[in-house]
């Protein structure tokens, strides 16, 4: 594949970090004729007992319930992007706190809540183990499926008012870091709220961490994390057990690949980093697996933004392997020797 991308009309190596995503992904599916086929991003949603309280988190926790109804009328960033890009998007109730059965029949819904809301993580374990075991094949059996429609290019967004808490709680957690390091401003946190989450924080942390430094991932998120996030979890095992190209998104989709990580380590094989987050953390989570983002346009949004912003770059690198003419080819026509 390097010979092949070395031969075409370009000097070597002129193409940049898409030449490095072409070989990346002619290793992923063991091709020298890589192809993106039906591209796909599904968003996952849960609540978080600990947004009740409002101490983490600047927007409240019904927000989470109106914006997966967003999703499902058009309305929403994501929606834009995808459309824009021609992007299939599905949303999947992870564990939204509102009752949404009246969506089960629109064809991009995924009824998959495993509860109502997380418990407050101020209090004991954020879920219990079964259920953080549930919604980790939850999210494996959705990647199962979208697979078997064809489509090998997988992107990952989440939606879970207070989520950005439990990442930068995972992110301590996975990367021995203090929560100073690991703890932004999420949705827009003023200089006083930051303060009272990173306070609440180190709370938690102080509680639970006999518990998660000495056990395994799957402990550390069933303390810190989420239904959407032990959904994203277990979506980015079966995507990379898949062989599919898996394009990850910003700081709670990274925190949920940190585990996902520790899990299996081949997972990052088949992850391409679509962006740099705006929220603080996320640069050093990127460090930390060795990731060059493609894009760094502050973007602090998830839903799976950056992925869907991504996707076409990601496109044009396996198309120039595809359709550009060699240098030998070239010669061969015209006979100027290079
Ligand atoms: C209207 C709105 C749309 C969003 N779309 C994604 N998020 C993002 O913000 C949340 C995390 O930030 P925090 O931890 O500060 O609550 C997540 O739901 C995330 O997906 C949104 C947030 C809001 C308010
Ligand atoms: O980077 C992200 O994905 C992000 C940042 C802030 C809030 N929600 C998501």
Redesign the pocket.
């Known amino acids: 594949m390097k010979t092949i991308i070395d031969d075409k009309t370009k000097p070597v190596g002129s193409l940049g970090l898409l030449e490095d995503i072409a070989l990346q992904i002619g290793k992923i599916q063991l091709s020298d004729a890589p192809e993106i086929r039906k591209p796909h991003i599904i968003v996952f949603a849960g609540d978080h007992g600990i947004?009740a309280t409002g101490k983490?988190?600047?927007?409240p926790q019904e927000?989470?319930a109106l914006?997966v109804e967003n999703f499902l009328r058009g309305g929403?960033a994501i929606n834009v992007f995808c459309r824009q890009n021609n992007i299939g998007l599905t949303i999947a109730d992870s564990g939204v706190n509102a009752d949404l059965s009246a969506w089960n029949n629109h064809p991009q819904f995924i009824a998959a809540k495993t509860g109502w809301g997380t418990n407050n993580y101020e209090d004991g374990p954020a879920m219990s183990f079964q259920e953080t075991e549930q919604a980790i094949a939850a999210g494996r059996a959705i990647i199962d499926n979208i697979a078997s429609t064809g489509c090998n290019t997988i992107g990952f967004?989440?939606?879970?008012?207070?989520?950005?808490?439990s990442a930068s709680l995972l992110m301590a957690a996975m990367l021995h870091l203090p929560l100073e390091k690991t703890v932004g401003r999420?949705?827009g946190?003023s200089d006083e709220q930051l303060r009272v989450k990173l306070d609440t924080l180190k709370q938690v942390m102080k509680k639970h961490q006999g518990v998660v430094t000495l056990q395994s991932p799957l402990k550390t998120l069933q303390y810190f994390g989420g239904y959407e996030i032990a959904m994203m979890t277990g979506a980015y095992l079966a995507a990379a057990k898949k062989r599919m190209v898996i394009v990850v998104d910003g700081f709670?989709a990274t925190a949920a690949l940190l585990v996902a990580r520790e899990i299996d380590p081949e997972v990052t094989d088949c992850c391409i980093y679509a962006h740099c987050s705006g929220e603080q953390g996320h640069h050093r989570m990127l460090h930390h697996l060795g990731a060059r983002p493609l894009l760094n346009l502050g973007l602090r949004?998830?839903?799976g933004t950056g992925s869907a912003l991504a996707m076409p770059l990601i496109e044009s690198a396996v198309r120039f392997v595809k359709e550009m003419a060699t240098l030998s080819s070239l010669v061969a026509k015209t006979g100027i020797p290079t």
């Open positions: 947004a983490v988190n600047p927007y927000i989470t914006m929403a967004g989440e939606m879970g008012i207070g989520n950005s808490s999420g949705t946190a709670i949004l998830g839903e």
